[in-house]
């Protein structure tokens, strides 16, 4: 948890969605290099903005296919998907500051 800056909360979080899977010795939680990588790619996808189920969909495109050409086409289309969304909600945005400046003007 320390390395990827979370609490363990977060990690048991993700591992009650199915996201991550780590290895139990005892009832100590082992998290390898997978295990990591995986939550690194989950905390960047948040960061993103994208939901608990598009993160799941490109974790399972990582996982089935070796050369990663599904993931990457996939994602290319879901970021293209929330570059959109985000300039709507910046043009939403600049809209409603130019109201809200005649508003105060008056």
Do not use: N, W
């Not at 969605?17 to 009832?27: D, F, M, Q, V």
């Not at 939680?29 to 608990?52: N, P, T």
């Amino acid at each position: 948890a320390d390395m990827l800056g979370i609490t363990p909360r977060t990690l048991r979080f993700y591992e009650d969605r199915g996201l991550i899977e780590p290895c139990r010795i005892g009832t100590t939680r082992v998290y390898r290099r997978r295990e990591i990588a995986r939550m690194q790619l989950i905390l960047r996808g948040k960061r993103l903005g994208f939901s608990l189920t598009d993160i799941g969909e490109f974790l399972d495109l990582y996982d089935a296919d070796p050369q990663h050409l599904e993931q990457m086409r996939a994602l290319a289309e879901r970021v293209r998907m929330r570059i959109l969304e985000l300039e709507a909600q910046r043009d939403a945005l600049d809209q409603t500051l130019v109201e809200l400046a005649k508003l105060e003007g008056e």
